[in-house]
């Protein structure tokens, strides 16, 4: 915890790069009860990456999702929403843990198309 703000410790797999991010207030109501365990003793263990990839697949499959959804699918969503909620493209390269902001780039054009497709839309509105 700093102050209110509670932030997860995370080590990136690419770079080895230890991250403390911060947990929004949403976040925090999804987090299990700390119990008896220390700030350095994990609060749950996840399965393989393999293994949740099949978990999701499966989920996809039966709500009907034709998309190809793998874990990694999350950390796209999660920069395109916070760059469609006004985040700058710095913070958000900060947040995904990119050690360079090109990286994060591809995201931007993702919602510059996402703005380009809703203004074409109004188009519909005035069409005979």
């Known amino acids: 915890m700093d102050g209110d703000l509670m932030r997860v410790r995370i080590v990136m797999v690419k770079t080895r790069k230890t991250l403390y991010l911060p947990l929004s207030k949403e976040a925090q109501k999804w987090m299990p009860e ?26 996809a ?15 796209h969503t999660f920069a395109t929403l916070e760059l469609t909620a006004g985040a700058d493209l710095y913070t958000t390269s900060k947040l995904l843990g990119h050690t360079q902001v090109k990286t994060t780039q ?23």
Do not use: C, M
């Open 106 to 128: 591809i995201y931007a054009k993702i919602v510059d198309k996402k703005k380009d497709e809703a203004v074409n839309r109004l188009s519909s509105l005035f069409d005979e």
């Open 34 to 59: 700390r119990g008896d365990k220390t700030d350095a003793e994990k609060i749950f263990t996840l399965p393989g990456s393999a293994y949740l990839n099949i978990i999701l697949r499966t989920w």
């Open 61 to 75: 499959q039966n709500s009907g999702l034709k998309k190809h959804v793998t874990f990694h699918t999350a950390r």
